[in-house]
Nanobody, 120 residues
Framework: QVQLVESGGGLVRPGGSLRLSCAAT????????MGWYRQAPGKQRELVAT???????NYADSVKGRFTISRNIAENTVDLQMNSLNLEDTAVYYC??????????????WGKGTKVTVSS
């Protein structure tokens, strides 16, 4: 059993910052790519940022220069530092990870999401 649990969401004013974290637990051998996605009300889920096992990162154009993704391989965590938040960043944020289980099976997992609301 593998679980991804996000934390760190909340209410923040425009221009403020939040740090999201996602912890993976269970029968994990290794984790390849890790990422954050978001889904705003009435919109499709979209990619926010990804990070490979080697540390290469990729960001959506809308968050470049404001958000930073990082990972702790030893602790199986991935964080998303979000600065200069604006109203358009309001969404439920999900982590997504490519996980290899101890018995060799590789599959993608999703967390249940953490809500970020940017409002004045």
């Amino acid at each position: 059993q593998v679980q991804l649990v996000e934390s760190g969401g909340g209410l923040v004013r425009p221009g403020g910052s939040l740090r999201l974290s996602c912890a993976a637990t269970g029968s994990i051998f290794t984790i390849y790519d890790m990422g954050w996605y978001r889904q705003a009300p009435g919109k499709q889920r979209e990619l926010v940022a990804t990070i490979t096992s080697g540390g290469s990162t990729n960001y959506a154009d809308s968050v470049k220069g404001r958000f930073t993704i990082s990972r702790n391989i030893a602790e199986n965590t991935v964080d998303l530092q979000m600065n200069s938040l604006n109203l358009e960043d309001t969404a439920v944020y999900y982590c997504n990870e490519d996980i290899v289980r101890w018995y060799g099976r590789q599959e993608w997992f999703w967390g249940k999401g953490t809500k970020v609301t940017v409002s004045s």
